[in-house]
């Protein structure tokens, strides 16, 4: 039955991933795969926990939107741009190790449910962007993946767009060539970086970043 599946079947790749594991990043860690054939309605999506990596049991080969391709020289694993399943794993991988690495537990009963998704969104890209000092070419397979949301769009009355602020967030503080042109996301691209320059950050250290950035960009309609 598995054979019958297409993509690229976890089951077939485990040994080579537990190797990239070992190999790149000094690890070791008990897969947990999980279906995304039943689950129709609400998609789970990979985390980790203490019983392991919880991670897709296949994945398709990613076709790179046109607006996100041209972005440095093509990379192993991308071909008239596609990204190859075992390279999303790869990259799945390298994301949930580096916060294995680098994060640690923080008190969150205070924050509101923005607020943690805006600390999430920092954390992220903190533990990316250490990720990346070490393996560079990590910057390019990780832009690929991730969505460019388009700055313009038009907005609905009563609609809240905070997720879609996220979004162009992170797409900034992974790529140095983004386009965005909106003026809080510049200060806070910028005020993440200045946090970074000066070496040593801990997810504490992120947290401010993120709570911040609700309260300047919180507007009625995120409470709809």
Not at 43 to 64: A, E, M, Q, R
Request: hydrophobic share 40%; net charge neutral.
């Amino acid at each position: 039955m598995q054979r019958e599946r297409h993509g690229t079947l976890f089951i077939d790749n485990e040994r080579r991933l537990g190797m990239y594991l070992r190999g790149l990043w000094q690890s070791e860690a008990l897969f947990v795969p999980y279906s995304l054939a039943f689950d129709e309605i609400r998609k789970p999506v990979p985390y980790l926990n203490d019983l392991g990596l919880h991670l897709p049991d296949v994945y398709d080969d990613f076709i790179v939107p046109s607006h996100a391709r041209g972005r440095g020289a093509r990379g192993e694993g991308e071909r008239d741009g596609v990204v190859r399943g075992i390279d999303r794993y790869r990259a799945l991988l390298a994301h949930l190790s580096a916060h294995r690495r680098w994060t640690s537990n923080l008190i969150a009963d205070n924050l509101s449910p923005f607020q943690r998704m805006a600390v999430e969104t920092f954390e992220d890209s903190r533990v990316e962007y250490l990720a990346m000092q070490e393996f560079p070419g990590l910057r390019q397979l990780w832009c690929k993946l991730h969505p460019v949301p388009q700055e313009d769009i038009e907005q609905v009355a009563g609609v809240s767009y905070i997720r879609h602020r996220l979004a162009m967030l992170s797409r900034a503080l992974l790529d140095p060539h983004h386009r965005y042109q909106n003026p809080v996301i510049l200060k806070y691209v910028a005020r993440f970086h200045e946090v970074m320059a000066k070496g040593n950050t801990r997810t504490f250290d992120i947290q401010l970043l993120g709570v911040q950035f609700i309260a300047e960009t919180k507007v009625a309609s995120d409470s709809a």
